[in-house]
């Protein structure tokens, strides 16, 4: 079992960046791989970025590249994601979660724990 916190969301202005962060419970963190979803007002969660157990691959949606970052750090079993150049349209809640599925994995089902979410909106 793998409990997941998000924290760091919040309001920011357009151009704008923000860290979440992902604090995962257990001693498995480091054999799941972890990726970010968010999930806009009636919109169905989408895929934004994963990472690999070790941290050494990552793979990002279309519309992060180049804008987002995401990494780990193994040693205190959390998740990052490093958001710049915010826009208005990635207002959301972001979750993150973590899977044990083929790489990479990018499809909701493929996530085995999820965490509560937190809100990021960026204002214009």
């Known amino acids: 079992q793998v409990q997941l916190v998000e924290s760091g969301g919040g309001l920011v202005q357009a151009g704008g960046s923000l860290r979440l962060s992902c604090a995962a419970s257990?001693?498995?963190?480091?054999?799941?791989?972890m990726g970010w979803f968010r999930q806009a007002p009636g919109k169905e969660r989408e895929f934004a970025a994963t990472?690999?157990?070790?941290?050494?691959?990552?793979y990002y949606a279309d519309f992060v590249k180049g804008r987002f970052t995401i990494s780990r750090d193994n040693a205190k079993n959390t998740v990052y994601l490093q958001m710049n150049s915010l826009k208005p349209e990635d207002t959301a809640v972001y979750y993150c979660?973590?899977?044990?599925?083929?790489?990479?994995?990018?499809?909701?089902?493929?996530?085995?724990?999820w965490g509560q979410g937190t809100q990021v909106t960026v204002s214009s």
């Open positions: 979660a973590a899977a044990r599925s083929s790489w990479p994995p990018t499809a909701r089902n493929e996530y085995t724990y």
């Open positions: 257990g001693r498995t963190f480091s054999s799941y791989r």
């Open positions: 990472i690999n157990r070790s941290g050494s691959s990552t």
